[in-house]
């Protein structure tokens, strides 16, 4: 029996000021699972996670966590709500890990910010779900980019929010490392209990390792639906027509065209 979605997002058209890119989106989140949100470049994924998560306002539509529209909530709450994670360092001067990864707890600490013994467990937990235990005193500055990445999630994951976003979290990472960041967010979503969903290009790992796929056109309706449905549909093929990428059904791999 399938559970109540955490997030709802109905008839949603985004953009920036009246231009949409998109139009009527309608697709659900649910608990414990990780979904990739794929489409060519320039189709709006960075436009849609950011709307989804109250940074861009909606053209049109809504979106809902547990029933409640997050147009109606304070920043507060939607920060404790929907945490995101976007492509790129942020402007961190010579913070050290530990002390970035608390920025997470804000939402919910009192006007000075001052972490009481449940942040610090908090900032505890999302260090070691991430694997960045050992970095906790080393300057983001200094940390290589698969760092960088670990340590942004884990400020998400300090955030305490039963909705995750992340914009890209694999680009300019090599193979290891994109491969371990996607199994990472797999395990935080089904361990947390967390609706995780991620921008991607790499479609090999979505299909391999996420367990819905949400696939954004231009010329018709957006897809949602499991790996093995998005390839025996065809409705993958059909995303990404005139690319030269080729997908075989059977194996369910893709292959580019000389």
């Known amino acids: 029996m399938r ?10 058209s985004i953009g920036h000021g009246r231009n949409a890119v998109l139009r009527d989106i309608s697709f659900e989140l649910d608990p414990g699972e ?9 189709i709006g994924k960075s436009t849609l996670l950011k709307t989804v998560a109250g940074l861009l306002p909606a053209l049109a539509g809504e979106v809902r966590l547990t029933g409640e529209a997050l147009s109606a909530m304070s920043a507060t709450q939607r920060s404790r709500a ?16 530990e002390t970035l990864v608390s920025l997470g707890r804000q939402p919910w600490t009192g006007r000075w910010g001052s972490l009481a013994a449940a942040d610090q467990a908090h900032v505890e937990r999302a260090l070691k779900l991430t694997g960045a235990e050992h970095l906790r005193g080393k300057s983001l500055g200094t940390c290589s980019d698969g760092e960088c990445q670990k340590v942004l ?3 998400a994951l300090a955030q305490s929010t039963p909705v995750l976003l992340l914009d ?6 090599d193979l290891p490392n994109r491969v371990s960041t996607v199994r990472m967010l797999r395990r935080i979503a089904v361990e947390e209990g967390k609706a995780v969903l991620f921008s991607t290009h790499d479609l090999q790992l979505a299909l391999d390792l996420c367990d819905r796929i949400l696939l954004l056109r231009r010329d018709g309706p957006i897809w949602q639906g499991t790996p093995v449905e998005a390839l ?14 080729r997908f075989d059904q059977a194996s369910g791999t893709h292959r580019f065209d000389r």
């Open 232 to 245: 025996a549909s065809g409705e993958l093929a059909s995303a990404f027509a005139g690319t030269g990428i």
């Open 168 to 173: 890209e979290p694999t680009a300019f990472l």
């Open 153 to 155: 999630i884990a400020r």
């Open 3 to 12: 559970t109540e979605p955490t997030l709802r997002v109905e008839r949603l």
């Open 34 to 42: 990780l979904t990739a949100m794929l489409g060519v470049n320039g």
């Open 82 to 97: 929907v945490s995101i994670v976007l492509t790129g360092r942020p402007p961190t001067g010579m913070l050290d890990v």
